[in-house]
């Protein structure tokens, strides 16, 4: 496990982002060890916090939850409340989100 960190490290640090503060920025709000494979588990649609729990086995619920604020402060994912009792949270990429698709799929196509 630690190695494939390094190695996702090592990808999100080798990418060209242009040099300009846009990109900059948008690799600040990917590249915590989480966000990026959130993000790719939302691009296949809108997910529960079980569900994205159960596609990323690592990672603590702590982690998830604390991850899933990060992305919606920094206007990446969408969180929808249903009032109904259990709670139901679901969580969906906002068009920003969308707009990292290449970014991310650039960040794993080597590894």
């Keep these: ?13 080798d990418l060209s982002f242009g040099g300009d503060l846009a990109s ?15 993000i790719i588990e939302l691009f296949s649609g809108t997910k529960r916090c079980g569900e994205l729990k159960r596609a990323i086995l690592a990672i603590t619920e702590k982690m998830l939850i604390q991850t899933l604020k990060e ?8 969180r929808k409340a249903l009032p109904v009792v259990p709670p139901h949270v ?3 990429l906002t ?4 707009d990292l ?6 960040m794993f196509s080597g590894l």
Excluded: T
């Design 1 to 13: 496990m630690f190695r494939g960190y390094l190695l996702r490290s090592k990808a999100l640090n």
């Design 24 to 38: 900059f920025g948008q690799r600040n709000k990917i590249g915590h060890r989480w966000k990026p494979l959130v």
């Design 71 to 78: 992305l919606e402060s920094d206007g990446i994912i969408n």
């Design 90 to 92: 679901e969580y969906s």
């Design 95 to 98: 068009n920003c989100g969308r």
């Design 101 to 106: 698709e290449p970014v991310i799929s650039e």
